[in-house]
Nanobody, 126 residues
Framework: QVQLVESGGGLVQAGGSLRLSCAAS????????MAWFRQAPGKEREFVAA????????YYADSVKGRFAISRDSAKNTVYLQMNSLKPEDTAVYYC???????????????????WGQGTQVTVSS
């Protein structure tokens, strides 16, 4: 059974930084796409960033481009989300997601991902 466990959320002032981590366990292959999504109160879950299995390809939502960076350490089965220049509108629960190894590219739809973490709260104060 694949498990994804996020960590690193918290409360930060606007303009600050946080780094989220997502540790994956329960599978022997690292050939899968990883992504971060977020969900603010009363809103739908939205795509934030995705990274290919090799780490060579990344894709970002326009709202975070230039401020956030996704990376992965395949040896540790861990994906990271470095968040800089945080804004109050970045406040949300952040979820890590993974596909089953069948995606041919980086998907932005939540329905493309099969496994999800429990989420970590990020709160940015103004």
């Amino acid at each position: 059974q694949v498990q994804l466990v996020e960590s690193g959320g918290g409360l930060v002032q606007a303009g600050g930084s946080l780094r989220l981590s997502c540790a994956a366990s329960g599978r022997t292959s690292s050939s899968y796409v990883m992504a971060w999504f977020r969900q603010a109160p009363g809103k739908e879950r939205e795509f934030v960033a995705a990274i290919s299995w090799s780490g060579g390809s990344t894709y970002y939502a326009d709202s975070v481009k230039g401020r956030f960076a996704i990376s992965r350490d395949s040896a540790k089965n861990t994906v990271y989300l470095q968040m800089n220049s945080l804004k109050p509108e970045d406040t949300a629960v952040y979820y890590c997601a993974s596909d089953s190894g069948y995606l041919k590219g980086l998907a932005v739809s939540r329905h493309a991902y099969n496994y999800w973490g429990q989420g970590t709260q990020v709160t940015v104060s103004s």
